[in-house]
């Protein structure tokens, strides 16, 4: 087959993620089908993409295997993104959360079963470490989910791998690690850290960070987590297949280091944003103090070579943050 011949289906494709992955397999001159409910994506992200000839929106829920089934229908391949991804959000309504991620996760697996879909690769979460104090973190392992979240994408893996066993299903698990990057949403109550700070920072505001700014994270950026999915789509050795990659850059940065870099790149365009002061509060619920991924596996098995560190990604965000979030853009 050629690019033009591959039908690639995302689910979740109006979001942060889905929406670069959409972006990425149309430059490449695949077909893509964009499915999603967008509770959580919005349609400026995908609406330069309308009226592309190799593009086609499915407004649908995972959580309804019918609206699977459609959207699986002549497909090849699936990347799966569609998912409840807030740690608090789960602790407040961890129902709701386990509907989306452990119901319609097992929709879409046996939609693309019954489908005959090639492979399945899906995002799942560093969340799946949970207590484990080791680092590096590595695949195999685990500690004891500290979240409703962590559950439910705990819960992922283990039915990936039990179809993959009992029906012959090609899947991949890609557990990402802290993604930031252009489009990802600085509103709301579950907006993820780097452009909420960003937000605040443009406002003058102060950053509130959750305990004393010693808790560290893998931040990994966009760009590598496209490359980790493409790679995972089209691997050919079989010994990488049916298994769970940490999708990461490998260096660990403290949630002061990252207001440090953001204040020192947004300064450019805004001096007074050097002054602005961080506050501090309690520690949030659910929280691991640390987490830093090893990238050896999919370094081995999937030529996995991310190509942003955490300031390269934040250097080329940096713009893209500037331009959408300044007070007075809407919503992106």
Known sequence: MVNAEIKILITGGAGFI??????HFISKNFQVVCFDNLSTGNKKNIAHLSGHLSFTFFEGDIRNIDDCRRAVSGVHYVLHQAALGSVPRSVKDPVTTNDVNVGGFLNMLVASRDAGIKRFVYAASSSTYGDSKALPKVEDVIGKPLSPYAVTKYVNELYADVFGRAYGMETIGLRYFNVFGRRQDPNGDYAAVIPKFVSQLIRH?????????????????????????????????????????????????????????????LSAYDPEIANVDTEYGDERAGDIP??????????????????????????????????????GVGKK
């Open 290 to 327: 640390h987490s830093l991924a090893s990238i050896d596996k999919a370094t081995m098995l999937l030529d996995y070579k991310p190509g942003f560190s955490v300031d390269e990604g934040l250097e080329a965000a940096i713009g893209w943050y500037w331009d959408n979030l300044k007070p």
């Open 18 to 23: 889905g929406s670069s992955l959409c972006d």
């Open 205 to 265: 505001e102060s950053p509130k960070i959750n305990g004393d700014g010693n808790f560290s994270r893998d931040f990994t950026y966009i760009d590598n987590v496209v490359q980790a999915n493409e790679k995972a789509l089209f691997v050919t050795n079989p010994d990488a297949v049916n298994t769970i990659y940490n999708v990461a850059f490998g260096q660990r940065t403290s949630l002061n280091e990252l207001v440090a870099s953001l204040k020192r790149y």
